[in-house]
């Protein structure tokens, strides 16, 4: 599986950004799916994470009620919507894929990982 993240950019606080993933081949749709992030000088860190089929979704509490993660199986892409930023966002983020059954919000159990789009947001 190859991951390719985009969708990233510069923005104000308060404002959103919706960031997507491609995936290639013909797995994605067994795969789940998970976003992090990596801000300058600290680990990476779980955001988001979706079941293969979409009816399981996890948040890291920090971004609960503003962040939105999705996936079109059909489009082999995943998305996460990010609404009212703040400058504690500010990280590349990455998509990455499991191929394992449960749904998971540990770095170390993911697959495949895309390489990350910057997301900056300045107050």
Do not use: H
């Not at 994605?28 to 799916?33: A, G, L, R, T």
């Not at 159990?109 to 300045?122: I, K, L, M």
């Amino acid at each position: 599986v190859q991951l390719q993240a985009f969708g990233g950019g510069l923005v104000q606080a308060g404002g959103s950004l919706r960031l997507s993933c491609e995936a290639s081949g013909r797995t994605f749709s067994s795969n789940n799916m998970g976003w992090f992030r990596q801000a300058p000088g600290k680990e990476r860190e779980f955001v988001a994470a979706i079941s293969w089929s979409g009816g399981r979704i996890y948040y890291a509490d920090s971004v609960k009620d503003r962040f939105t993660i999705s996936r079109d199986n059909a489009k082999n892409t995943v998305y996460l919507q990010m609404n009212s930023l703040s400058p504690e966002d500010t990280a590349v983020y990455y998509c990455a894929a499991d191929q394992k059954f449960t749904l998971s919000t540990i770095l170390a159990r993911y697959d495949y990982w895309g390489q990350g789009t910057q997301v900056t947001v300045s107050s």
